[in-house]
T-cell receptor, first 116, second 117 residues
Framework: DAGITQSPRYKITETGRQVTLMCHQT?????MFWYRQDLGHGLRLIYY???????DKGEVPDGYVVSRSKTENFPLTLESATRSQTSVYFC???????????????FGQGTRLTVV | AQKVTQAQTEISVVEKEDVTLDCVYE???????LFWYKQPPSGELVFLIR??????QNEISGRYSWNFQKSTSSFNFTITASQVVDSAVYFC??????????????FGQGTILTVHP
């Protein structure tokens, strides 16, 4: 299916475990993003990527690792999950970020992660 | 640093009422983009509108309208004749144009809108 998909949709993991959230987009968008959504904070940027093999930290990167070996995939790994990382995670992609071609970001369905 | 403030945490209205969601932003850049997204109970984020900083024209799309005022750094969203299906969380967001912004979005905290029948 065309679009941006995240997997899994729901995940429960234990404190200290490593967990990877997957994100796949079929548009060949250059820019990809990971956000987390927490009550009272809206969405906050964890990591972003401007192209394959180009990634950088966002506002709340601690405890997370990303990679982007292929344009279409942007996995997010929690190296040692903590309860504070319980959240809803959204992946997004955007075709262009430079005017006048700036386009909106398209979001995946989200992954609800619970760390117990 | 950028900031987006949605002062209304929750709004409750009765169907057919008009409702305005406020959004105030801060940025040092002269060229930027503002967005509104809707998050229905199903959880996905739905794009509603994008507005460039150099275009202050108000926009209307069906029952939705947006009022962009640079002088007050506001980008308010009005739903006319609200319906139960409008119940959702609404987010205002901001990104600077090009350069090192990479399209990174700064979101407000969100406004929970509940429309009662």
């Amino acid at each position: 299916d065309a679009g941006i998909t995240q997997s899994p949709r729901y995940k429960i993991t234990e404190t200290g475990r490593q967990v990877t959230l997957m994100c796949h987009q079929t548009w060949s968008h250059s820019y990809m993003f990971w956000y987390r959504q927490d009550l009272g904070h809206g969405l906050r940027l964890i990591y972003y990527s401007a192209a394959a093999d180009i990634t950088d930290k966002g506002e709340v990167p601690d405890g997370y690792v990303v990679s982007r070996s292929k344009t279409e995939n942007f996995p997010l790994t929690l190296e040692s999950a903590t309860r504070s990382q319980t959240s809803v995670y959204f992946c997004a992609s955007s075709e262009s970020v430079n005017p006048p071609l700036n386009t909106e970001a398209f979001f995946g369905q989200g992954t609800r992660l619970t760390v117990v | 640093a950028q900031k987006v403030t949605q002062a209304q945490t929750e709004i409750s209205v009765v169907e057919k009422e008009d409702v305005t969601l406020d959004c105030v932003y801060e940025t040092r850049d002269t060229t930027y983009y503002l967005f509104w997204y809707k998050q229905p109970p199903s959880g996905e984020l739905v794009f509603l509108i994008r507005r460039n900083s150099f275009d202050e024209q108000n926009e209307i799309s069906g029952r939705y309208s947006w009022n962009f005022q640079k002088s007050t750094s506001s980008f308010n969203f009005t739903i006319t004749a609200s319906q139960v299906v409008d119940s959702a969380v609404y987010f205002c967001a901001l990104t600077n144009a090009g350069g090192t912004s990479y399209g990174k979005l700064t979101f407000g905290q969100g406004t929970i809108l509940t429309v009662h029948p």
